[in-house]
C-alpha cells in the first residue's frame, strides 16, 4: 500500500499533540509502518503548530511538503488557509470553524481574513465544522482535539471500534466518557 | 516487538538496552527528553545539570568509574561543553562514554543554525547519525562498542526531525554491564602537556584506525539503484532522498566522522552522477572534494540554510513537483507569544513603557523582543545578558546604565549567568540585572533546576537561592518584585536603575502553565464604558481582541492574571478573581 499523508495544523496550546498520539494508535493497531512528526519548543508558544502523520506499507520521509496531504485535519480556521498547499490534489481537508487571533491581527497590524471557508471550498473538498461548539455540548471544550478526530474517522478506512480503543488507550481514564461522546459527536457531524 | 517511539525516548531506549548507568544533561530543544525518558529506567541515574559543561564533566567521571555513560545536548550547548570534551578525546574512557548533540536545522527553537559535524571532527571524535528511531536505539549500542573498542567518547548527532519524529523501533531487553574496575592510570587520564604530547599521537593512530572501520562497517550501506544518479547522505537527509527517489543508487552514512573513503570513491565508479545530500554546512562535499572524489552535485544544488526535504530535493534536481493550490490572499503570520497569564509579560509591557536598552538571554522571555512589546535589544547565548549589559554600560557611560538592563531567567541564570554577576562586582558595574525567576525551566517544558528545590525525579533537594548567589558574589542592593504589580515593578526598577552599584532585581512569580497555579475566571470588558483606547492592547495578550473600536476577551483562553484591568483608566474590566 502507497504511503497515506495526514497534517494536523493548529494552534499552540490546541491540543493537537494529543490528535496526533491517538491517530498514530489507531494507524498502529492496523498493522502499519507509522511514522509521525512535530516541534517542540519556542513555536508552541501559541504559534502556528504543525504535525504530520505517515503511513503505509514502508514510510521513509517522516515530514509531509506541499501537495502530498491526502488529509488535513485544521483546529482553527486561518491555520487551513496557511497550510491549504500542502493538500494534494483530490486531498480533503476537514477544519474547525473557531477563530483564534494572532498576535499581529491583535495589534492591528493585519486583518484577518473573512470568508475563509467559502474560498477554500473553491480550492479543495472541505469538510467545516464548529468543533469547539461540539466539544462544549460534549463536556469540555478541551475536547476539540477528539471531536475533529471523529471527524476525520468517518473518511478513513478504519472500524469505528479501533477508534474507540485508541482512544481508551490514549485519554486519562476520568475524562474516557467525555471523549468517547466528542468522538461521536464528531463523527455524525460533517 | 515494536514500539511506536518518539527519536528522543528510543535513544533513552538505546541507553537501558545497553547498559548504560548515568546520565547527565542540561535540557534544550530538541534533545530533552532524552533525559526525562532515562530517567523513567531504575537501572539509569539520571540528573539536570546547571549546565552542558557540568553535564559533560560528570559523564567523564562516571566513564572514569567504570560505568556507561552519557550526556545529551542541543547543537549551541556542545559550545558549553566543548571544552571538557575536545580533552575527554585525548584522555579516552573506561566505562564507554556517548555524547548525544541535537541539531535544529531551520531553528525551530534555537538562535543559530550551526552543523555539530564540525565539533567531531575538531575534537576528533568518531559520531554516528541516525535516521530514524530504530536507528536512534540501535545506533545508541554501536556507539558505547565503539566506544570501549577504541577507547574513545562517541557523538550521536540527531536533529529535529529525527528527536522529534515517532517510528518503529524494536525492543530488546537490557544488556547489564558491570562497572569496569577503575584503575589509577595518569599516563592516560592526567591531561598535563607531557602526557597529552603521547596522548595525541594516540588520538591520531585511534582515528586511523576507526577511517579503517568506516570502509567495512555495516553502519555504511550502499543501496544500489538505477545508476544514473547515486547519492551519498546520511540522516534525516536519507529518508528524504528515499522519499524523492526510491529508485537511486544510495550510501547512507551511519558513521559520518571519520568517513570511508574507498567506500565512497567505488560507489562514485558506478554512477553516473554523484550527488551529496546533506543538511547545513557541506561536510561530506568537502571531505570527497579533499580526497579528489568527483562530486556531481551538494551545496551548488541544496545550499546551507535550513532544512530539507523531498520537494527540495526534487526541485534541486530538476524533477516534477506534485500539484498543489494556495490561499491567494495574504495570511497573517501567527508568531509563538507569550501565553496568557504569562509572569513576563507584566514585566516586559514595564520595560517597554520606560523604553529601556533590554539585554536579553535565553528563555521564554525572549517573546519579549515581539511586537507589541518589542521591549528586547539583543540576544545572544545562554547567560549573555549580563556580560553583554557589562560592556554595553562600560563603553557608554552612567547614563547608558541609568537606561538599560540585563533580563536572564532563573535557569539561565544558573547555568551561566552567576559568573557574569560576579564580574559586575569585581569590575565594579553599575549595571541593573533583572532575574525573572519562574520556579521552572520554561521553554524546553518544564524541568527542574537548582532553584526550584526538586531534582529530575521530583525528589526534594536544597533550593539554592537567587538572591544569596547574587550576594555572595558581592552584590549588595539585592531585591524581589512580583512582575504582577507593575506599580511595584516599575518603581523598583527605577530605583535600582538609579543607584551607584550594581543590582538586582529578582522578578519572580511561578510560571502560569505550571499545575500548582491557581487561575481566576476571565475576565470581561464593559463595552459602554470601554473608550477603545487600546491601553490594554498594550501588553500584547493573546485573549485580548479589538472589533469595532472596542476591546474583547476570548474567554477560552483568558486565565483572568488582570494585567489588563491595570492598564485600564476607565474602569471597563469586570470578573476575573472578583467573580
Known amino acids: 500500500m502507497k504511503t497515506t499523508s495526514i497534517m494536523i495544523v493548529g494552534v499552540g496550546g490546541q491540543g493537537t499533540l494529543l490528535a496526533s498520539k491517538l491517530l498514530g494508535n489507531v494507524l498502529l493497531g492496523a498493522g502499519y509502518d507509522v511514522k509521525l512528526s512535530e516541534v517542540h519548543g519556542m513555536s508552541q508558544r501559541g504559534g502556528s503548530v504543525v504535525t504530520y502523520v505517515k503511513y503505509g506499507d514502508k514510510v521513509y520521509s517522516p515530514i509531509v511538503d506541499q501537495g502530498e496531504a491526502d488529509y488535513i485535519l485544521s483546529f482553527e480556521i486561518l491555520e487551513s488557509a496557511r497550510w491549504i498547499s500542502y493538500l494534494k490534489e483530490g486531498g480533503h481537508l476537514i477544519t474547525n470553524t473557531q477563530k483564534t487571533w494572532p498576535m499581529p491581527v491583535i495589534t492591528g497590524a493585519a486583518a484577518y481574513p473573512e470568508n475563509i471557508v467559502e474560498k477554500l471550498s473553491a480550492l479543495a473538498d472541505v469538510t467545516a465544522v464548529d468543533a469547539l461548539a461540539l466539544a462544549e455540548q460534549a463536556g469540555s471544550a478541551k475536547a476539540v482535539n477528539v471531536v475533529l478526530i471523529g471527524v476525520l474517522s468517518r473518511r478513513m478506512d478504519i472500524p469505528e471500534a479501533a477508534w474507540l480503543k485508541a482512544i481508551e488507550e490514549t485519554v486519562p481514564a476520568k475524562f474516557l466518557e467525555l471523549n468517547k461522546k466528542a468522538f461521536e459527536l464528531g463523527r455524525n457531524a460533517g | ?579
Open chain 2, 1 to 579: 516487538m515494536k514500539k511506536l517511539m518518539l527519536g528522543n525516548q528510543a535513544v533513552a531506549r538505546g541507553l537501558w538496552e545497553a547498559g548504560c548507568r548515568f546520565v547527565s544533561s542540561y535540557p534544550g530543544t530538541p534533545s530533552t527528553e532524552i533525559t526525562e525518558q532515562a530517567a523513567l529506567y531504575d537501572e539509569i541515574y539520571a540528573e539536570w545539570a546547571p549546565n552542558e559543561k557540568v553535564a559533560a564533566e560528570s559523564a567523564v567521571g562516571a566513564s572514569l568509574a567504570g560505568a556507561r555513560s552519557f550526556c545529551a545536548m542541543k547543537h549551541v550547548g556542545f559550545n558549553v561543553a566543548a571544552d571538557p570534551l575536545f580533552t575527554a578525546s585525548y584522555i579516552g574512557v573506561n566505562g564507554g562514554m556517548v555524547v548525544c548533540v541535537a541539531d535544529d536545522p531551520g531553528m525551530h527553537s534555537s538562535q543559530n543554525e550551526q552543523d555539530s559535524r564540525h565539533y567531531a571532527i575538531a575534537a576528533k571524535l568518531p559520531m554516528l547519525e541516525p535516521s530514524d528511531s530504530g536507528e536512534c536505539a540501535a545506533f545508541v549500542g554501536e556507539a558505547y562498542e565503539l566506544s570501549e573498542r577504541f577507547d574513545t567518547p562517541v557523538m550521536l548527532r540527531t536533529c529535529t526531525r529525527v528527536a522529534h519524529s515517532q517510528s518503529l523501533v524494536k525492543l530488546h531487553e537490557r544488556d547489564e554491564k558491570a562497572l569496569k574496575p577503575y584503575e589509577k592510570t595518569p599516563q592516560k587520564y592526567v591531561a598535563a602537556p607531557a602526557i597529552s604530547v603521547k596522548r595525541h599521537v594516540v588520538v591520531e593512530q585511534r582515528m586511523e584506525e576507526l577511517r579503517q572501520l568506516a570502509e567495512t562497517t555495516p553502519l555504511n550501506r550502499v543501496e544500489m539503484g538505477d545508476t544514473a544518479v547515486g547519492f551519498v547522505t546520511s540522516g534525516t537527509c536519507y529518508l528524504y532522498v528515499k522519499e524523492a527517489f526510491p529508485d537511486a543508487s544510495v550510501l547512507k552514512l551511519g558513521l559520518v566522522n571519520p568517513m570511508p573513503v574507498q567506500k565512497i570513491r567505488d560507489f562514485a565508479a558506478k554512477v553516473d552522477r554523484l550527488i551529496v545530500v546533506e543538511e547545513l554546512d557541506g561536510v561530506i562535499e568537502a571531505h570527497l572534494r579533499a580526497n579528489g572524489i568527483r562530486v556531481d552535485g551538494g551545496k551548488d544544488l541544496f545550499g546551507p540554510l535550513g532544512e530539507l526535504s523531498q520537494n527540495k530535493l526534487r526541485a534541486a534536481m530538476g524533477a516534477a513537483l506534485p500539484k498543489f493550490r494556495t490561499y491567494d490572499e495574504a495570511v497573517p503570520g501567527r508568531p509563538p507569544v507569550m501565553c496568557p497569564g504569562c509572569p513576563h509579560r507584566g514585566l516586559f509591557t514595564v520595560l517597554s513603557k520606560l523604553k529601556l536598552t533590554v539585554l536579553g538571554d535565553i528563555g521564554c522571555y525572549t517573546l519579549g523582543s515581539g511586537a507589541p512589546l518589542n521591549a528586547v535589544d539583543a540576544v545572544l547565548c545562554m547567560g549573555a545578558s549580563i556580560g553583554m549589559a557589562h560592556g554595553f554600560t562600560k563603553m557608554l557611560g552612567e547614563d547608558a546604565a541609568r537606561k538599560s538592563v540585563a533580563v536572564i531567567g532563573d535557569s539561565t541564570f544558573m547555568h551561566s549567568g552567576i559568573t557574569g554577576v560576579v564580574n559586575l562586582a569585581y569590575n565594579k558595574s553599575i549595571a541593573t540585572v533583572l532575574v525573572l525567576d519562574n520556579s521552572i525551566t520554561g521553554m524546553t517544558g518544564h524541568q527542574q533546576n537548582p532553584t526550584t528545590g526538586l531534582t529530575l525525579q521530583n525528589e526534594e533537594t536544597y533550593p539554592i537561592r537567587i538572591e544569596d548567589v547574587c550576594r555572595a558574589a558581592g552584590i549588595e542592593r539585592v531585591r524581589v518584585v512580583d512582575p504582577q504589580d507593575m506599580a511595584a515593578t516599575e518603581a523598583a526598577i527605577r530605583e535600582e536603575l538609579a543607584a551607584d552599584a550594581p543590582s538586582v532585581i529578582i522578578v519572580r512569580r511561578p510560571c502560569a502553565l505550571l499545575k500548582y497555579v491557581k487561575h481566576n475566571p476571565p475576565l470581561s470588558i464593559d463595552p459602554d464604558k470601554c473608550k477603545g483606547c487600546r491601553s490594554c492592547m498594550k501588553i500584547g495578550c493573546p485573549a485580548i481582541r479589538f472589533t469595532d473600536k472596542k476591546a474583547s476577551i476570548d474567554p477560552t483562553i483568558c486565565v483572568g492574571c488582570g494585567l489588563c484591568e491595570q492598564m485600564c483608566k476607565f474602569d471597563a474590566f469586570e470578573g476575573g478573581a472578583r467573580a
